[in-house]
């Protein structure tokens, strides 16, 4: 534990970002709040090292939008250090808030991550000098020796100035062991669980949280950043998985949990085992995983069922071959139509994850996707806006592939910045984009699994009930453009 003079008051911010429609109300915080897992791992790891730390979620239950007011709150607490972690959409924000906290008390010093900063480095830095520090890649270690109080020049994974010159410090070995970390501080955000809110109908029971369980991937489609966690793959141990979920039921009653990593299932012993665990030694809770095709056989998806599994998410983005090879390369069709099929046969509800507007998409790669939607039988969809991300393997070329309006703000995979060359107009691509989303959700088949599920679904139709007038407005977007 380090002693009280080296102890720091510090304040981690989840900037709210620009995550909705241009004109329109946002209100993704209420169809969708999700827990800022990196922020909360950052603020675990700092206080076991001795630090105060506070965790302000622009996105939160009782936040302000105005910015001033959320600047207000931040230096209610007195920190010496306010770190952001940061999304392309949301860095704007997170410099708008630095800026107005070094223009308030120039003495306290201001640190952005995140994947934004991980992507672009050094040039942030040098555009915006309301940040002190930018952390590229994993936060906690780096965070750590700076509130330690190191010097700049020692702590790697740190760009800082040294007069005018912009330095980047080699980077920070990844943590090998994930097991060494605490658990998220849950408890540091104002409202958990009960004001975070996962999506209607991918539950039965509430409060719902998130867990992530690995970081890394071991594949590199070509429109994914992996800027923090590189390519690889690193993951928790089942005990810590159960562990962790013990601790969410026990401390904060969670009843569901949507695990967001890309390959849940990619080792499959330590599945095995969790799955064992739970089926042996039952915590109350569901949850929901993804899996990639070709990570999951019978035998698993069945000891997934057992264990509370709920709902099986499967990245298949298009159902253009050409599509497929090109940015989702190893996946086939009929594979796809396959673990669909043996993830229902689980009594496992399936979900297909899509991307519209990629780089070669047509009119006609479109509708071959959205046919192949229907035909699959699913239990959910969603279908992403494709954005360009600056750590993705197609950013280098991007602007040779169609029209590119790089506005960071909007980048957020629910507005097109990106039109393919295969698209005659941003408001054409809007349109099919309306059009195949209302045609799932008006689909016969799905309808009627809905109808079957009503029930099961009751405290999310009462949540709905409770907020229709934001829902409605929502709805509104995907009406087809006139």
Known sequence: MISSLKKKRIVLVHPRGF???PGKTDITDIANRMVPQGLLSIAAYLEKEGHEVFVYDCLGPRAPVNLHDQVRAILACRPQIVGFSATTSSFPDAADLAKTIKERTPHILTVCGGV???????RLLAEYPCFDFLAAGEGELTMTELAAGNDAAEIKGLLWRKGAEIVANEPHPQIADLDSLPFPAYEKLAGFPADYHLPLFSYINTPGSTMITSRGCMFQCSYCDRSVFKKGF?????NYIYEHMKHLRTKFGVRHINIYDDLFTANRPRIVELCDRLARLPLGINFNCAVRVGYTDDELLKMLKDAGCLMVSLGIESADPQMLNRHKSGVSLDDVRDTVSRIQAAGLRAKGLFMMGLP???????KRTSDFIISLGLDDMNMAKFTPFPGAPLWARIREEGTFDEDWRLMNCLNF???PQGIK???RLDQLYNEHVKRFYSDRGWRKKFRARLWQHRKSLLYLMRHLPSFWSAKNQFEPGK
């Open 417 to 419: 910045v990106f039109v």
């Open 234 to 238: 690193r993951y928790n141990s089942a």
């Open 425 to 427: 107009s941003r408001e």
């Open 360 to 366: 070669g998409e047509t009119e006609e790669s479109i």
């Open 116 to 122: 934004h900063v991980s992507a672009l480095g050094g």
């Open 19 to 21: 995550n909705w429609f």
